[in-house]
Nanobody
Framework: QVHLEESGGGTVQAGGSLRLSCAAS?????MAWFRHTPGKQREFVAF????????YYGFFVKGRFTISRDNAKNTVYLQMNSLKPEDTAVYYC?????WGPGTQVTVSS
């Protein structure tokens, strides 16, 4: 089973930016980002195929986030711009059935 580790979370003011990283311990295929806020269902954020040719985003992203990856480093990134307070959540990366422990993103108004 691949081990995943997210990083890059933190607290930022509304309108600010953060870049999340997810490093995998081994070979990666399609990787995705999800987020979870207490009291809500886990929400799909973004997906990238290994080649990067297939990229999908959750409906709420609306051009604000960009998923990218560096296959040489087995790492996927999530660049988040124009952050809103409603983006506050724990962000997780997923590869197959493996999940990372998550990284907290807090957006203050």
């Amino acid at each position: 089973q691949v081990h995943l580790e997210e990083s890059g979370g933190g607290t930022v003011q509304a309108g600010g930016s953060l870049r999340l990283s997810c490093a995998a311990s081994g070979y990666t295929l399609g990787m995705a980002w999800f987020r979870h806020t207490p009291g809500k269902q886990r929400e799909f954020v973004a997906f990238s195929s290994r080649s990067g040719n297939s990229v999908y985003y959750g409906f709420f992203v609306k051009g604000r986030f960009t998923i990218s990856r560096d296959n040489a480093k087995n790492t996927v990134y999530l660049q988040m711009n124009s952050l809103k307070p409603e983006d506050t959540a724990v962000y997780y990366c997923r590869l197959g059935r493996s999940w990372g422990p998550g990284t907290q993103v807090t957006v203050s108004s």
